[in-house]
């Protein structure tokens, strides 16, 4: 018989300490995270450590779950094999994909025998030939199970197998395929002012960085047209919240006055954000996306809204009351960030939270998500704040798009979603592609990366750990893989000579206001960045570009880790890290085993971490040197190997990998 039945690796069960600090010390005690999103302004110790520090995944000691998912998004490894007879091709054909009749498994040769090795859907059979040389398609001589082809001929028939110890999941696959997405957070206001006429009336009482600064849909046009994001190699864009928002200042917790500039104090819920533009220009910029191969998804903010908002106004029994006993319930004050109070607090006095337990505020809320998902023809949705929300609306927006949105676009539209914690069992309560979210954002990466990476206040020993119970974690959902967002210190100053920030979670308040940093001199902070992004864009997830990071910005926390978008003018330091991402994401473009490959480590020490990267017969190697020296690493294959990050040659098993960075081998 030519079937055979092989092991996934899916990593190692692992107890880990330290690396993902989420336990109650770290954040009762030190500066936790900002909730993402709610944005007065957020992160004061007060506030924030209750909802944070409660998470048990990730923690010392846990050992995490099998990757969760239904038996239909369930895959086994599977080999065939042809005993050669002098062919000098052999390809097999079939229906174990959707395409795999056009779009075989090319079969290698080892000794006398052709082998495929490829992924088989759970318990389904499938008809297959093999195909000699480029024209004479046969049945499996080994297979007595036949059937007729239709042809005169017959097909092989595969039995159906399952794995149940060492299946992996993969996500649903309707038109694209979302594990090809590279994301970039397009911040509106402080990217690119294309129109300003539409950047009044100010704001009163509000200082600079926490006001409107101009940028629009006209201006994200703009670059989309000028081709800036296809240069950069990035496919897919996440715009801030187009919703109008309200036009007067609210107090963040930080003491000083905000204006609704980052979107998520929605009021008008059917119409968009005058100073970013009209419906007509957001449904201009999707549509200049598309023409350029670019998709977009829209960050909506379902929450809350503003206390102006008509819908409060007019039905203020579909919001939770602002009342807990005689206190006030807002986040962190009268009630708990966590649990069921998590769910129903105010984030501030001025922005009433909605109770999805009402079937009619749950429908209302959800129709919206739907219509301007109809009238603006976008792909996805970043959803805001997902541990404040009520399940029954993730379930029904999913339950709808489905039916409603899908049957249409024959494409999955994606949701991922925002949970600011270290917690990956809460993150991961929430990752079903078929009834909830595809993923959310890896906040524990992220936290093992600049701790290791950038900061070098962890070893890459702890990244690797880290990553050993990362692998699969996920289920079939598609992560958004990050190293700084909107909500964090930007990454840059992490990765200085003299780290201003050392703790991965720092929210960096302390210098939003006052005492800003700047840009690093030198090429090192660049250089450690470039090899951050070396690791997510050389992993399975989707790769999140946050604006501005591409080439190093500067900034506190919030609001400082929003300044305007720099457009020309780099330092050297700038550029190179700028055309680094550039040629990662043409790395990852061209090879499959990045974007959904398995992963093994082949070598790691405190200072590197060697791993390979395989799907099918696409295999890579990435070595990863954090530290200021050049470091030799082992365990790569004999002969020459080839960075594709620069096109450079070098000699396995044991190259030397030149100080903070990271090469992506391919052996010739
Ligand atoms: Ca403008
Ligand atoms: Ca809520």
């Known amino acids: 018989m030519g079937l055979s039945r092989f092991c996934f690796t899916l990593g190692p069960i692992f107890a880990l300490a330290g690396v993902v600090a989420c336990g109650d010390d770290t954040f009762v005690n030190e500066n936790p995270p900002s909730v993402g999103g709610y944005d007065p302004g957020n992160t004061t110790a007060t506030g924030y450590g209750a909802g944070y520090g409660q998470g048990q995944g990730g923690t010392g000691g846990s050992e995490p779950p099998p990757p969760m998912c239904d038996d239909e998004y369930k895959l086994c490894a599977a080999e065939l094999t042809y005993p050669d007879m002098g062919e000098q091709s052999v390809e097999l054909r079939g229906s174990f994909k959707a395409d795999g009749w056009t779009n075989g498994v090319p079969m290698v040769k080892d000794g006398a025998t052709w082998k495929a090795t490829f992924d088989v859907s759970w318990a389904t059979d499938f008809q297959y030939k093999f195909v000699l040389d480029g024209t004479s398609w046969i049945a499996d001589p080994n297979n007595p199970n036949q059937v007729d082809d239709g042809f005169g001929g017959k097909n092989s028939v595969f039995s159906g197998i399952t794995c149940p110890d060492d299946f992996k999941c993969a996500p649903p696959i309707l038109g694209y395929d979302w594990r090809d997405a590279v994301l970039y957070f397009v911040f509106v206001d402080r990217f690119n002012d294309g129109n300003p006429a539409n950047n009044g009336p100010a704001i009163g009482g509000v200082q600079t960085p926490a006001a409107y600064q101009g940028g629009d849909f006209v201006g994200v046009t703009q670059k989309i047209e000028s081709g800036y994001f296809n240069d950069l190699g990035i496919n897919t864009l996440w715009l801030s919240v187009p919703l109008d928002n309200a036009d007067v200042a609210g107090a963040g917790d930080d003491g000083f006055n905000y204006s609704a500039y980052h979107g998520y104090w929605p009021t008008n819920l059917d119409q968009t954000e005058s100073r970013q533009g009209s419906m007509l220009e957001l449904t201009a910029l999707v549509e200049a996306a598309h023409a350029q191969g670019l998709k977009v998804i829209v960050d909506y903010a379902m929450n809350h809204v503003h206390s ?201 308040k302390e210098k939003a206001w006052s005492g800003q940093p700047g840009l690093p001199s030198g090429m090192s902070a660049f250089e450690r960045m470039a090899t951050a992004f070396a690791v997510i864009f050389t992993l399975p997830g989707v790769p999140l570009v946050y604006y501005g990071d591409e080439y190093g910005m500067p900034g506190a926390g919030d609001p400082d880790n929003r300044r305007f978008m720099q457009w020309s003018g780099y330092s050297q330091g700038q550029q190179f890290l700028r055309d680094r991402v550039a040629a990662l994401a043409s790395v990852r473009a061209a090879h499959p085993a990045l974007r959904r490959g398995t992963r093994e480590t082949v070598h790691v020490t405190n200072d590197t971490l060697v791993y390979k990267m395989q799907d099918g017969t696409d295999v890579v190697y990435v070595a990863v040197n954090r530290s200021d020296s050049q470091q030799q690493v082992n365990g790569l294959p004999a002969g020459t190997l080839t960075d594709e990050v620069d096109g450079s040659s070098h000699q396995g098993p044991s190259p030397q990998i030149p100080a903070r960075t990271a090469r992506v081998f391919v052996p010739n």
């Open 308 to 508: 102006s908002s008509p819908v409060y106004q007019q039905h203020q029994d579909w919001f939770w009351p602002n009342q807990n006993g005689g206190n006030n319930c807002v986040c962190g004050q009268g009630c708990s960030w966590d649990g069921a109070e998590g769910k129903r607090c105010w984030f501030r006095d001025y922005l009433p939270d909605f109770n999805f337990t009402n079937a009619a505020a749950r429908q209302f809320s959800v129709d919206n998500a739907i219509w301007w998902i109809n009238q603006t023809g976008i792909d996805g949705f970043r959803l805001d704040a997902v541990k404040h929300i009520e399940d029954a609306w993730l379930l029904d927006l999913r339950s709808r798009v489905k039916a409603e949105i899908e049957p249409t676009t024959q494409q999955h539209f994606y949701m991922v979603g925002e949970t600011f914690t270290g917690d990956k069992g809460t993150i991961a309560y929430y990752v079903n592609p078929s009834t909830m979210l595809d993923g959310q954002f890896d906040f524990p990466l992220r936290h093992a990366l600049v701790g290791s990476v950038l900061a070098r206040s962890a070893t890459m020993n702890d990244l690797n750990g880290f990553l050993a119970g990362n692998d699969g974690y996920y289920g079939a959902g598609v992560m958004s893989t990050f190293i700084g967002n909107h909500d964090v210190p930007r990454s840059i100053h992490f990765a200085q000579d003299q780290p201003i920030w050392t703790d991965p979670w720092a929210g960096g």
